[in-house]
């Protein structure tokens, strides 16, 4: 199977049910930014040792549920193959929301704003954290144009936490002390 199919090469491409949209479509922006997401998340992974093993399993579950988000995303209610996507739900808002109390329980205690960075590892979470932060934004503009699962919305949300977390949890296993937002001074 070729990798390349020349049917996006006039700016459009194909959702899930065969609508044709631009390629800058609201729900390609989603779906798109979720993917953006799920990258910087396997960069983050590809930095973890292996003394993380178990944050490397949760991280590998989620990319493996924001595939199903991409899927539900580019699906549109009432598409003929909306039975054969996975759709996001509370179950896996709720499976985030235990991780994320699991991983509080290790993190130290937050005192106000600190500064993406340290463990090359929780840096990388970080940016997963903001780009999951814009995916949200862009599933809150194609909701106002359109329907969408907002569970969806729900679970990115979260998950936004949850990598904020981790790259906590990270640093404080790597012994990094985390760096804190300095108000500047006012004359």
Avoid at 64 to 75: E, H, P, W
Avoid at 155 to 166: K, Q, V
Wanted: glycine residues 6%; contains cysteine; aromatic residues 6%.
């Amino acid at each position: 199977m070729k990798i390349y199919t020349k049917t996006g090469d006039k700016g459009e491409t194909g959702l899930y049910g065969a609508d044709r949209v631009p390629k800058d479509h609201a729900r390609v922006e989603a779906y798109g930014t979720v993917d953006e997401a799920s990258s910087a998340i396997g960069v983050a992974r590809s930095l973890l040792a292996e003394e993380h093993a178990d944050i490397q399993e949760h991280l590998e579950s989620v990319q493996n549920t924001l595939f199903d988000l991409g899927a539900d995303l580019a699906t549109r209610a009432g598409s003929p193959y909306q039975k054969k996507v996975a759709r996001i739900d509370s179950e896996d808002v709720a499976g985030l929301e235990a991780l994320i109390d699991r991983y509080q329980e290790e993190a130290p205690p937050l005192t106000g704003f600190i500064h993406p960075g340290g463990h090359p590892a929780a840096a990388a979470l970080q940016l997963a954290r903001a780009i999951t932060r814009r995916a949200e934004r862009r599933l809150v503009s194609l909701m106002r144009l359109e329907e969408a699962n907002p569970e969806a919305l729900c679970y990115l949300n979260r998950l936004s936490d949850f990598l904020f977390t981790l790259a906590r949890v990270i640093n404080a296993r790597s012994g990094i002390e985390e760096a804190s937002w300095q108000v500047k001074k006012r004359k």
